[in-house]
Nanobody, 118 residues
Framework: QVQLVESGGGLVQPGGSLRLSCAASGSIFSIDIMGWYRQTPGKQRELVATITTSGSIHYADSVKGRFTISSDNAKSTVYLQMNSLKPEDTAIYYC????????????WGQGTQVTVSS
């Protein structure tokens, strides 16, 4: 019943930019936190950035100053603006939505591929 739809991934050259979007649809009462994670083959999924409904933001050290997370709570949508991309940013990016009480459940998108290469 709940689905997260991601878009915006693709192939870019080093130094380029991409904007990811993730929209939640279905029966969601309210949201506590939305965020972005990424994963490469053979490595553990890592947190990239999170944002609460009150606007509190956290970034991984590796993306500070380059990535910007934002959200539209009324639309249950989270965005990730990625600038100055590096080959090390190549990964599958997943969005996550944590539903507030009473369900208190996490939902994950299917992932979108970001490839940074010349």
């Amino acid at each position: 019943q709940v689905q997260l739809v991601e878009s915006g991934g693709g192939l870019v050259q080093p130094g380029g930019s991409l904007r990811l979007s993730c929209a939640a649809s279905g029966s969601i009462f309210s949201i506590d936190i939305m965020g972005w994670y990424r994963q490469t083959p053979g490595k553990q999924r890592e947190l990239v950035a999170t944002i609460t409904t009150s606007g509190s933001i956290h970034y991984a050290d590796s993306v500070k100053g380059r990535f910007t997370i934002s959200s539209d709570n009324a639309k249950s949508t989270v965005y990730l603006q990625m600038n100055s991309l590096k080959p090390e940013d190549t990964a599958i990016y997943y969005c996550n939505v944590r539903e507030a009480w009473p369900r208190m459940k996490d939902y994950w998108g299917q992932g979108t591929q970001v490839t940074v290469s010349s």
